[in-house]
């Protein structure tokens, strides 16, 4: 059982930044930000691969920026020229275990096996 817990969301005028953290209580592999804004389904933000590769979703790529420090197990997603279309829930999520996602596959929320609690990110106009 791993528990991820995010932090770093609020509110913040469009153009800013914010830094969202999640902590993993556990050893992860593959990690990934997705987010959900009311009356949509949860979308694929960006994701880092165990071996250090990223990939963003179009909407974000040039703005946001993930990483990972393996040593606090904590992922970091850095969201710059935020926009109001931004705003949403972001969930972190894990691979813990085989079957690894690959390529495309990874963007789908199912691939994952855990999820955080969701942190707020609202951007005003």
């Known amino acids: 059982q791993v528990q991820l817990v995010e932090s770093g969301g609020g509110l913040v005028q469009a153009g800013g930044s914010l830094r969202l953290s999640c902590a993993a209580s556990g050893r992860t592999f593959n990690m990934g930000w997705f987010r959900q804004a009311p009356g949509k389904e949860r979308e694929f933000v960006a994701l880092?691969?165990?071996?250090?590769?990223?990939y963003y979703a179009d909407s974000v790529k040039g703005r946001f920026t993930i990483s990972r420090d393996n040593a606090k197990n904590t992922v970091y997603l850095q969201m710059n020229s935020l926009k109001p279309e931004d705003t949403a829930v972001y969930y972190c999520a894990a691979e813990i275990a085989p079957p690894y996602c690959s390529g495309s596959g990874c963007y789908r929320p199912q691939e994952y096996d855990y999820w955080g609690q969701g942190t707020q990110v609202t951007v005003s106009s």
């Open positions: 880092r691969w165990n071996g250090g590769g990223t």
